[in-house]
T-cell receptor, first 117, second 113 residues
Framework: AQKVTQAQTEISVVEKEDVTLDCVYE???????LFWYKQPPSGELVFLIR??????QNEISGRYSWNFQKSTSSFNFTITASQVVDSAVYFC??????????????FGTGTKLQVIP | EAQVTQNPRYLITVTGKKLTVTCSQN?????MSWYRQDPGLGLRQIYY???????DKGDVPEGYKVSRKEKRNFPLILESPSPNQTSLYFC????????????FGPGTRLTVT
């Protein structure tokens, strides 16, 4: 079985601070895929990033960056110079072959980020 | 515009009254899935479908049914809803399976009294 843990339930930061959202996963698969999604207060779910287990290179997209470390089974998400528009619930997710043959997707419980102006 | 649509967006019903939540995508995606979102539990997968007439259980399938008779549609059926099915439901689709990014519908807030 696969599992995703987002231990931070809620985080509050002041605008322009950097913030890191943690994601720790468990899987017995050697090949798997990790994702981050954003759910702003309006409620829709928006895809942010997808990473496969063979690509450990960190990724940066504007103020967003992702740190994937297989050794610690973590896929952390950092927002640099946070803005009020970053306020949202962020979900980490995992899909692997031994859970429904890549059809099942396991989500974490989410981290609610509040950016205070 | 590429999108996933769900109807209704809001529904209040009573215990035991059968209901269907529709989901449709216009992206010709192979994979579709249903999730429920509950406070403190995140998103949990109910059912998924890899193609027409191919469906399988997710982590919380009890009390739900699905069908995939057409590629674009994936309705969620609650034959005898109970209060513990009060939740926010999301339909999603992807090109081909859970390894690809999913596009989500706007959500259906269901209350069962």
């Amino acid at each position: 079985a696969q599992k995703v843990t987002q231990a931070q339930t809620e985080i509050s930061v002041v605008e322009k601070e950097d913030v890191t959202l943690d994601c720790v996963y468990e899987t017995r698969d050697t090949t798997y895929y990790l994702f981050w999604y954003k759910q702003p207060p309006s409620g829709e779910l928006v895809f942010l990033i997808r990473r496969n287990s063979f690509d450990e290179q960190n990724e940066i997209s504007g103020r967003y960056s992702w740190n994937f470390q297989k050794s610690t089974s973590s896929f952390n998400f950092t927002i640099t110079a946070s803005q009020v528009v970053d306020s949202a619930v962020y979900f980490c997710a995992l899909s692997g072959p031994n859970s429904g043959g890549y059809q099942k997707v396991t989500f974490g419980t989410g981290t609610k980020l509040q950016v205070i102006p | 515009e590429a999108q996933v649509t769900q109807n209704p967006r809001y529904l209040i019903t009573v215990t035991g009254k059968k209901l269907t939540v529709t989901c449709s995508q216009n992206m010709n995606h192979e994979y579709m899935s249903w999730y429920r979102q509950d406070p403190g539990l995140g998103l949990r997968q109910i059912y998924y479908s890899m193609n027409v007439e191919v469906t399988d259980k997710g982590d919380v399938p009890e009390g739900y049914k699905v069908s995939r008779k057409e590629k674009r549609n994936f309705p969620l059926i609650l034959e005898s809803p109970s209060p513990n099915q009060t939740s926010l439901y999301f339909c999603a689709s992807s090109i081909a399976g859970g390894i690809y990014e999913q596009y989500f519908g706007p959500g259906t807030r269901l209350t069962v009294t």
